[in-house]
């Protein structure tokens, strides 16, 4: 039998409005999937898609597009909210 192997790192992001935001900017256990291509002992958790379940109004956000913007690496996919 062969090793395990580590499947792709799938992010869902519920953020439905601008004050979700501030708990998910605040959120430390996502630190170490951020792109560090620095540092290659992190090359396991490379995010592979992102699930953003946001409205345009959160996603807009400029704190939102930053936060998005340290997974430059992943494949964002926006399933939204709509109000």
Do not use: R
Not at 3 to 29: F, K, R
Not at 63 to 77: D, E, G, L, P, T
């Amino acid at each position: 039998m062969d090793p395990s192997v580590p499947g792709p790192i799938v992010l869902l992001v519920d953020c439905p409005t601008e004050s979700h935001l501030e708990a998910l900017l605040s959120e430390q256990s996502l630190a170490s999937y951020c792109d560090q291509t620095d540092n290659l002992a992190q090359a396991s958790k490379i995010v592979t898609c992102v699930i953003h379940l946001a409205p345009a109004s959160v996603v807009s956000c400029s704190n939102y597009q930053k936060w998005m913007s340290k997974f430059s690496s992943a494949q964002h996919i926006m399933a939204g909210h709509e109000k």
